[in-house]
């Protein structure tokens, strides 16, 4: 997991509030992907970006989640409005996307969403 | 959409013992992955299969991508207590990169 840092590591909100849960990838990665795990499930895929452009988001609700990977900076992953049920934790995963070792992801330590 | 179906779903094993655990598709997948989380922790890869028949170790564990594309295994050898954890299995099918991941197998070990 060295190397994926998402911040922060645990996030209260309120109902109706706003979250912004950030990743920077791996050194020399320009892939980054957010999944959403729930308590005793697996992961579910959610977004899959590249610098400045969405490749996949098939995952992500329609409305109050957005997820967004700038030229400079981290990936943000924001969920507007929230409410109890996207409490969970949410995970960045980057890779270096060339060849074999793009499917060779690595995932940082999550952030924890907690909606009161 | 696409499922992956892991089993066992739990385990509780002697420390020693072998573990074998495995994941199954409906759809054939192009890249098979083997993860361990711990609690609190991000998933950590263990092992990734890129061919039909591929057969890879790491270590005590050994991981083999099926022949019909459509399942893998994951054996850990002369478990210990540092083997307790989640495992995920996760897959990549044609035209994306996006994982599937299985529900996960947790393992206990008992000393």
């Known amino acids: 997991n060295a190397g994926v840092m998402q911040n922060p590591r645990h996030l209260v909100r309120r109902r109706g509030q706003e979250a912004r849960l950030r990743c920077s990838p791996m050194?020399?990665?320009?892939?980054v992907y957010w999944y959403r795990q729930l308590p005793e499930e697996g992961l579910k895929f959610m977004v899959y970006?590249?610098?400045?452009?969405?490749?996949?988001e098939s995952g992500m609700p329609k409305e109050r989640f957005s997820a967004e990977f700038p030229k400079e900076g981290p990936s943000i992953l924001r969920i507007q409005q929230v409410v109890r049920g996207d409490s969970a934790a949410y995970f960045c995963?980057?890779?270096?996307?060339?060849?074999?070792?793009?499917?060779?992801?690595?995932f940082g330590q999550g952030t924890r969403l907690t909606v009161v | 959409g696409q499922q992956l179906n892991q089993s066992p779903q739990s385990m509780f094993i002697q420390e020693g013992e072998d573990v074998s655990m495995n994941c199954t598709s409906s759809?054939?997948?192009?890249?098979w992955l083997w993860y361990k989380q711990d609690p609190g922790e991000g998933p950590v890869l263990l092992i990734a299969?890129?061919?039909?028949?591929e057969l890879t170790s790491n270590g005590r564990l050994t991981a083999q991508f099926g022949i019909t594309r459509k399942d893998s295994f994951l054996n850990i050898s002369a478990s210990i207590p540092s083997d307790v954890g989640i495992y995920f299995c996760?897959?990549?099918?044609?035209?994306?990169?996006?994982?599937?991941f299985g529900t996960g197998t947790r393992l206990k070990v008992l000393a």
């Open positions: 995963a980057s890779s270096p996307g060339r060849g074999q070792l793009n499917t060779e992801a690595f």
């Open positions: 050194k020399g990665h320009s892939h």
């Open positions: 970006l590249q610098k400045e452009n969405i490749i996949d």
């Open positions: 759809s054939i997948f192009n890249t």
């Open positions: 299969l890129y061919k039909a028949g």
């Open positions: 996760a897959g990549t099918y044609s035209g994306t990169y996006k994982y599937i």
